[in-house]
Every structure is written in structure tokens, then in C-alpha cells.
């Protein structure tokens, strides 16, 4: 069922305000998946906060035009699932994890704000730490050397107090 202007417009209206917070764009040609398996993966991109959707490739380009990855319209060819993500690695992440369980799911490239990144690329940025571990491995950082230092203050009384549990116990015994 083909979609009529005001249709094409509002799909272009809503890929483009995806893409107004976006950090990362991956495509992948989904050829041979079942409607099960697709569904799994949205399912999946849903649940990780990427934006998944089948889009016709000119209306793809039409919403990606004027936009930091403009430069991703030349790689638009054949059946593809398009995964927008405000985290740069959180498209990158489902789709390519998925494609190592599903052969026929097969990444085509990938955008970040004003770089296109072919197959290999998103593979590369897949790996990559996301924001959120990141974050949490600076909080780690930081927070080790109060720690250490909260510590030992608190082995100065703690000594004391095994001291004076000794001292007792030897009165005690004796």
C-alpha cells in the first residue's frame, strides 16, 4: 500500500524530528528476516532508547536532508532498517549485536554528526563503551581516592578499639 503526499510528509516530519536530537544513524538491509525476528529487534531497540523504522530510501533522504548527516544519502540502496539513536553508540550497539545472532540483518553503514562510517566503522564504534559506562567508570574514578581516604581515618579508631578489646581480654584471663 503505497502512502499519499500528506502521509510521505508526516513520515518525513517525524524521521526528521528524530533526527533533530540524534547522535548516530546505522542502516542495515534487513532482506530475508521474518516479521518474528524483526519484531524481536524492535523490541530490542526500544528497550536500548534507539528509534527503529523501515523507511522508503527517498523519504529518507528527503528527512535527512539539511541535517548533519546528509552525507549518509549516497549509501541508501536496497531494503533498509534504519536504527536513529541519541547515544553515538547505542544504534551501532543493537543493530550489530543482533546481526551476530541473525546473518541475514547486515550492517551498510552508519553516521555520526558530519562522518560517515562505513560497515567496519559501526562494527568499531559498536564495541566502544556507551555514555552511561562511561559516566559511571568517572564516578568510580572520582569517588576511589575518598573512599581510600574515608578508610583509613576510620582504621585509627577501629585499632584503638581492638586495643583496648585485647587489653580487656588479657585482664580478664588473668
Known sequence: MSLNRQEKA???EEVSAQLVGAQSIVVAEYRGLDVATVTVLR???RESGVYLRVLKNTLARRALANTPFEALSEQLTGPLIYGISKDPVGAAKVLSTFGKTNEKLIIKAGALPNSVLDANGVKALATMP???????KLLGTMQAPVAQFVRTLNEVP???VRGLAAVRDQKQAA
Open 130 to 136: 556507551s555514555r552511561e559506562e562511561l559516566l559511571s
Open 10 to 12: 508526516i513520515v518525513i
Open 43 to 45: 523490541k530490542t531497540a
Open 158 to 160: 577501629t585499632k584503638f
